[in-house]
């Protein structure tokens, strides 16, 4: 996976590509999160597995209001 640098705070991203064909920016740095998984335990406590995502860049660069297409938001 290949990596670029934010134009306005110089943070590592990754680019990736939506079904709709839009690129999005994703924070380079993933982060462990849980989910429960369906089926459970034998004994019907949850189960979990651990996954690593990473976060929009829009929601963590301090500069993402400019890229807006509608500044209106």
């Keep these: 996976m290949t990596t670029s640098e934010c134009k306005s705070c110089g943070a ?3 680019w990736v590509v939506l079904p ?3 690129s999005m920016p994703l924070d380079a740095v993933a ?3 849980f989910v429960l998984e ?3 335990a034998q004994d019907g ?3 979990a ?5 990473r976060a929009s ?3 963590s660069c301090p500069q993402a209001g400019q890229w807006r297409k509608d500044p209106a938001r």
């Excluded at 597995?49 to 995502?53: R, T």
Aim: charged share 20%; net charge positive; aromatic share 4%.
């Design 20 to 22: 709709s064909g839009k």
């Design 49 to 53: 597995k651990a996954i690593q995502v």
């Design 31 to 33: 982060a462990t999160m």
């Design 45 to 47: 406590s949850p189960r």
């Design 57 to 59: 860049h829009f929601s």
């Design 12 to 14: 590592r991203i990754v």
């Design 38 to 40: 369906p089926e459970g």
